[in-house]
């Protein structure tokens, strides 16, 4: 296939010697990708981006001396270059990962565990190079723009909505979700809607992403359990991992959660698809649901068969999405209302509540249709 454009230039930056040269192999078989250097500290990499700035920065966060995360907040901000962490699945791994996506980092992923060396260019790195081509294209003046708004002394909680215990908020996000979950969480008052959310994240790292979120807004966020029952005022954050998340009737009635096997729909588990497709047959019309920033077409569906339904959807626009990618699949399938600023989204949900006849109103969203295309 010919290129259209120049490869995408790409620096690596991991105290290991052997994980530097995995990467620069898995990223070298890419015709899109060039890799331009390697560095062993975040020292190396300053020097690195001062005399040859890449496009692109695959980042480890523990590195002895300056160490990633200062390198990130000092230099990688400063001058605005698209960064991936690459991190350990640890508690301290995950956790510090989440920082690095709250100070500036695009993307998150984990380090392959206990593979034999000759076994890692199978695994679960095949998506890296995606990743890679995905950030690259991101507005890092946007980005900067996104943080400070996801941050919770920015962020005013909202007049809560009516009827809030008969309705349900229904999220999913992937690349650039951390800070778009953030703002739309950071607005959501005490006696909210029960808010369930499906954020592209590997094992581990939803855990430590709702604890940090959970110690800021002013609702509860947590990682969504096996039962766990819906309630206002408790957004539930699936983990991730091999599971998807749904809704369930409880033998009470009452609206819950359950984790299933199955296979990876739009190449994710969870799902975001899967979640909002349980959602469309239990909640609607009773449902609001929106699509925020992320690359692939994950939800597109879903939000389309809420919306058919009857539920209130909606997805973030073009000129706040760090990557237009799912809110763009589901647009062009009809599946939404509106397009709506991140800085609105959290607003346009709690006013869509207890309203009804979503599908008789959709004068600006193009008609729907349905697709089984899975990327």
């Given amino acids: 296939m010919t290129r259209s454009s120049a490869p995408v230039t ?44 890449p496009e692109v920065i695959t980042l480890d966060l523990e590195m002895p001396g300056l160490g990633g995360m200062e390198f990130l907040r000092q ?38 565990q206990g593979v034999a060396p000759g076994l890692m260019d199978t695994i679960a790195m095949a998506t890296l190079a995606a990743r ?4 690259a294209r991101v507005d890092m ?17 909202l007049a809560a909505p009516v009827r809030s215990r008969e309705w349900v908020i229904a999220l999913g996000a992937s690349t650039g979700g951390v800070q778009a979950l953030g703002t739309v969480l950071h607005a959501l008052p005490v006696d909210c809607p029960p808010v369930v959310i499906v954020q592209h994240m590997p094992a581990g790292f939803t855990e430590a992403f709702a604890r940090r979120l959970n110690a800021t807004c002013a609702i509860e966020v947590r990682e ?28 009470s009635g009452e609206l819950a959660v359950e984790m299933t096997a199955g296979d990876p729909v739009c190449y994710s588990t969870p799902s975001v698809d899967v979640l909002l497709a349980s959602a469309a047959k239990l909640a609607a019309p009773r449902l609001s649901a929106a699509l925020l ?29 760090l990557v237009y990618g799912m809110p763009a699949r589901a647009w062009e399938r009809g599946a939404a209302l509106a397009q709506v600023p991140l ?10 509540v207890g ?6 109103r959709a004068t600006a969203a193009p008609a729907p249709r349905m697709t089984h295309r899975g990327v």
């Fill in 293 to 321: 920033t992320g690359m692939g077409s994950d939800g597109a569906n879903g939000l389309l068969a809420a919306r058919l339904a009857g539920a209130q959807t909606f997805v973030q626009d073009e000129a706040t999405s």
């Fill in 141 to 157: 003046k946007r980005m900067q723009t996104a943080v400070a708004a996801a941050a919770p002394a920015s962020s005013q909680a």
């Fill in 132 to 135: 890679v081509r995905a950030v």
């Fill in 343 to 352: 800085d609105q989204m959290a607003e346009k949900l709690l006013a869509s």
């Fill in 75 to 112: 230099t990688v901000a400063r001058l605005r270059i698209p960064t991936i962490v690459v991190s350990s699945t640890t508690q301290l791994g995950a956790r510090r990962s989440i920082e690095a996506l709250e100070a500036g980092a695009i993307d998150v992923m984990p380090k392959p």
């Fill in 224 to 251: 969504a359990r096996q039962g766990d029952r819906l309630s206002p005022g408790l957004a539930l954050i699936a983990p991730g991992g091999e599971r998807h998340m749904r809704l369930r009737r409880a033998a």
């Fill in 10 to 53: 790409v620096l690596v930056v991991d105290d290991s010697t052997f994980f530097r040269r995995f990467l620069t192999r898995t990223l070298a078989a890419d015709p899109d990708i060039e890799v331009i250097g390697e560095a062993a500290s975040a020292e190396e990499a300053h020097d690195f981006v001062v005399a040859r700035r």
């Fill in 355 to 360: 309203t009804t006849s979503a599908t008789q």
